[in-house]
């Protein structure tokens, strides 16, 4: 094992493997060489003088010491993020680009109105708003804020709760006829549903 701490773009390339899986993929990503990316690996593995990845047909496959180390970079990397907004926020002031994403329903109902008002209040900020139900890495900056309605899993971002969102179940009386009206969530099972069918956590 070598003496010297990793650079943080040895892990900043380690992240991007992690997500991708494969070396061509996080080269993309990061818009470097496929070699370079190589050649961080091997050097990042070199450092910590142990193997990160198993090599295989699937791709890179981390190891179970990479998957401990994976919380300790994506807070790396969102330090290393916040500090470069600071720097750009006193250089620039109040301007720049702001990313959002969030869901169609919170997208096309909700935050119009809230948007429109931050846009009076700050016009040389100019928004993105990305409609997806897709999770966004937010770490690998694909988004800046994401709004969504289930709790995050990476450790270094930052959460707020916005509010609330009422669910209800509806029925037809020509249904409620036939099949009843289910007296718990566990009889929910047996009755036909229209709605989500891919979306797991809309389900839950």
Known sequence: METREPGWD????????????????????????????????????????????????????????????VPHAEAMFAAASAVHRLSSADAQGE??????????????????????????????????????????DML???????????????GALVTRLMGTVELGLYAHRRYVDTFGVPQSVRELASHRWIGFDRDAHAVR
């Open 10 to 69: 040895l892990y900043r390339t380690f992240l991007a493997v992690i997500a991708e899986k494969t070396l061509s993929a996080a080269a993309r990503r990061l818009e470097l060489a496929q070699p370079t990316v190589g050649r961080h690996i091997q050097d990042l593995e070199a450092k910590l003088g142990t193997p990160l990845f198993v090599r295989s047909k699937r791709g890179f496959i981390p190891t179970v010491v990479a998957l401990a180390i």
């Open 95 to 136: 301007e720049g680009v702001v990313r959002i994403t969030a869901g169609q329903l919170i997208a096309c109902d909700v935050l119009p109105d809230m948007l429109a008002e931050f846009c009076r209040q700050y016009p040389r900020i100019e928004l993105e708003l990305s409609v997806s139900d897709r999770n966004e």
């Open 140 to 154: 690998n900056r694909e988004a800046d804020i994401a709004v969504r309605m289930i709790r995050p899993t990476q």
